[in-house]
């Protein structure tokens, strides 16, 4: 189960950086700010799969 939630945070970071991405290009600093809200919560929630990861070895 580890690997699927792997990777679903993956997607939610890349999500997070298409929507940074697209804000910058735009204009729109809302959706930059999405974006970024995006990507730390998968990285937060990476960082969470990792150490669980650590403690079982």
Not at 9 to 38: P, R, S
Request: hydrophobic share 30%.
């Amino acid at each position: 189960m580890g690997k699927k939630k792997k990777a679903k945070n993956l997607a939610e970071i890349a999500k997070g950086k298409l929507k940074e991405t697209a804000g910058k290009t735009t204009g729109d600093t809302q959706l930059e700010a999405e974006g970024n809200v995006d990507q730390m919560k998968g990285n937060l929630k990476q960082a969470g799969e990792n150490v669980k990861d650590a403690l079982k070895e």
